[in-house]
């Protein structure tokens, strides 16, 4: 296949789509679309923001040094889409959106109620790389919908519907096409027929 080289660009592709939630020390809150998030390291849990200095949440995230990434569902598409189109100096994105802010148990920033992981994130450094600012966070707590539990006690957030980013559109993650390990995993060795079942697939 032939393929054409462009210059540097960000595609790593799809990315998520979470709304960021903020808040200030006067007890003001934002809530922001963000792609470029993630996870980077297991033990501890961290993770990641990365937020334009000219945007109205970053001063936020500055004064209280917390934030709340919370994932985002095909329910949750048009509110997603709108708190990144729109600036919170000029509109409340919770009265516009309809979404309900929660109180988190560690931060002041608060959690969105109506998404599914709500993941409570406290600033442990920061790396101004240029266009965006990088806020680098340890995960204090992780909060998770009880309706996604099946029977079994397992969290199934496949079940949410959730919502992904690439190159300007939204999607919905669909079909699963494997698990974890799947591509190493040892098939099961065949079962051995017995005499009784040898013996009746020759009378036919």
Known sequence: MAKQTWKPG????????VMVTVADKEGNTD??????????????????VSVRPERFSHHMIEETECFV???????????????????????????????????????????????PVNIECQVVDRLNLGSHTMFIARVLAVHVEEAYMDEKGK??????????????????????????????KKKPAPRKKTKSQTRRGQKK
């Open 31 to 48: 809530i922001i679309t963000a792609a470029w998030t993630g996870n980077i390291c297991s033990d501890p849990a961290m993770t990641y």
């Open 69 to 115: 990434i919370n994932l985002t569902t095909r329910a949750l598409a048009k509110a997603t889409d709108y708190c990144g189109v729109r600036s919170g100096r000029e509109v409340d994105k919770w009265k516009e959106t309809g979404l309900t802010p929660q109180r988190a148990d560690h931060i002041p920033a608060p959690l969105i109620r109506e998404s």
């Open 155 to 184: 969290f199934d957030l496949t079940a949410s519907g959730l919502m992904a980013y690439a190159h300007g559109e939204y999607l919905e993650l669909g079909k699963k096409i494997g698990s974890f390990g799947f591509s190493v």
């Open 10 to 17: 960000n595609m790593v592709y799809p990315a998520p789509a």
